[in-house]
């Protein structure tokens, strides 16, 4: 694991966050008055398999010099899966506790979870609140509910917490039989491979994701039927619209195998999917990732990030993605019957190409500083849309000196301004989806993307494994008057 984590203290941050709130206390003689714990989380790491409960403890220490009064409350209250113990009394919130000074009391916590109901969520978060006057601290109940491959880490070091699921030489194979759930990062070492069955469901906790580190391989094998699904783990309504559940799926450089995702949907991430390189940013290198027949959608940043690597999509949707939906900076790209489209209210273009990205490194006198790495981009985009809501437009180019931009679009529909010599048979007007704010981006019958594509791409399929007629339609979606989209996407 030399190699794995070489570079990993400036590459990848991932954010913890710690709940404080302090304000100005009443006493006259103002105190430090926080307290302190044994524990900051309480991690029930058992695999369920019939109704149980398991019961952890943790301290909750007053070191300071005179006495806290403290309220104590689940914060889930009598609907938390959760139950707790304070001083010998089981409930779920606690008034007028008093720990002497320089002190303890211990806090037991019982996780009520029946597997077998099908509702319960893989994750269970709660929290147990302690107040103090005007000060408010938390500690974190985490436990796992349905039965489920839980992949938990067990490496620490500075900036994340992994597991290796595939080591050197190692294949891991994900089959379909139950649900994965991914606590931190799920890693796959230095030419180890991971196959991923078709319908399987992957669900990745807060500040997680799947990293494929240098040399190693994913094989996602979905299906129009059953495609392959990463999400967050909160499977509540009310987070279809939290679009930063989990932080990404993350691709790094190869030399000896392509990366390949068929039939997946990426969804609720910071970032959907990010192919960059670490170390070697050579991009003469023939291998890539291919993304056929997938959704990227609603994700916090980017939907697609690539930087010095090369991408090939196929009947792909790239859209509501908060930021950018696609960007391409240092590589080759091919990108063919790809609808990116965002009616997100965001600011940046959709899809953006250039020829230069940032890399935070460490100076000799071990100090952070940027620095940009520049190499020649090439991206060809045909039978695509590329559309949505900025007036403005939704492409552009991002240059440096040193390297070349080279782009050309042929028989796609692009919202721009105006149009040059990169742009062969190209439209801008309205693509006519179903539905802009639904995300059915199936096309109307009245579309100017109907019988407007090139042929010769031998792609024969839509996104759905519909069939293309002779003259294919731009974008993901061949027209047919009923369409299952909705379904589709409602399902998944």
């Given amino acids: 694991m030399t190699r794995l984590f070489r570079h990993i203290g400036y590459l990848l941050c991932i954010p913890f966050c710690i709940l404080t709130l302090c304000t100005q206390c009443n006493r006259h003689n103002v105190l430090d008055e926080k307290l302190t714990f044994s524990s900051d989380t309480v991690l029930f790491d058992t695999v369920f398999t019939t109704v149980t409960t398991v019961t952890k403890n943790f301290r909750v220490i007053n070191p300071n010099d005179e006495a806290l009064t403290v309220d ?28 002497p000074a320089h002190d303890s009391l211990f806090v037991f916590v019982r996780a009520l979870i029946n597997p077998t109901n099908q509702n319960t969520p893989y994750l269970i978060a709660d929290s147990i609140l302690f107040s103090n006057d005007n000060i408010f601290q938390q500690v974190q109940l985490i436990a796992f509910g349905q039965d489920a491959h839980f992949i938990l880490p067990d490496h620490t070091n500075s900036s994340m917490r992994y597991k290796i699921i595939a080591h050197e030489h190692e294949v891991a194979h994900w089959t379909n039989d139950k649900p994965w759930v991914i606590y931190d990062w799920a890693v796959v070492d230095s030419l180890g491979q991971l196959i991923i069955d078709p319908g399987t469901q992957i669900y990745v906790h807060k500040a997680g994701g799947l990293w494929v580190f240098r040399d190693g391989n994913l094989q996602v094998n979905g299906t129009p039927e059953e495609p392959v699904r990463f999400s967050g783990d909160r499977l509540e309504s009310f987070y ?32 959907g999917l990010q192919c960059s390189a670490i170390t070697d940013y050579n991009t003469s290198r023939s291998n890539k990732t291919i993304v056929n027949n997938s959704i990227i959608h609603n994700n916090a940043d980017v939907g697609v990030l690539v930087r010095a690597a090369n991408l090939e999509m196929n009947n792909c949707q790239i859209s509501n993605n908060q930021n950018y939906s696609i960007v391409m900076q240092v590589g080759n790209f091919d990108l063919n019957h790809v609808t990116v489209a965002n009616y997100s209210g965001h600011t940046n273009p959709s899809a953006v190409v250039g020829n230069f990205f940032d890399v935070v490194t460490i100076n000799s006198n071990g100090e952070y500083e940027t620095v940009y790495m520049v190499g020649d981009a090439n991206l060809n985009c045909r039978n695509s849309i590329i559309y949505g809501n900025r007036s403005d437009g939704e492409f552009a180019t991002s240059t440096m000196d040193g390297a070349n931009v080279n782009y050309t679009f042929q028989n796609c529909i692009v919202r721009k301004t105006e149009f040059d010599d990169h742009f062969i048979q190209c439209i801008n007007k309205d693509p006519q989806f179903v539905g802009n704010y639904v995300q059915d981006y199936n096309l109307q019958e009245t579309s100017p993307a109907i019988d407007a594509g090139m042929t010769g791409l031998g792609i024969t399929t839509d996104l759905l494994g519909r069939m293309r007629n002779g003259v294919p339609d731009i974008g993901a979606f061949e027209y ?13």
């Fill in 240 to 271: 279809d619209t939290d679009y930063a559940q989990w932080n990404r799926i993350w691709i790094n450089e190869s030399s000896h195998q392509d990366n390949v995702i068929n039939n997946a949907i990426i969804t609720n991430a910071t970032i």
């Fill in 72 to 99: 104590i409350r689940l914060a889930g209250g009598n609907q938390s899966y959760y139950n707790i113990n304070v001083d010998g009394q089981s409930g779920y919130e606690f008034h007028n506790v008093e720990i």
């Fill in 480 to 492: 047919y008057p009923a369409t299952d989209m909705k379904k589709r996407l409602s399902t998944h």
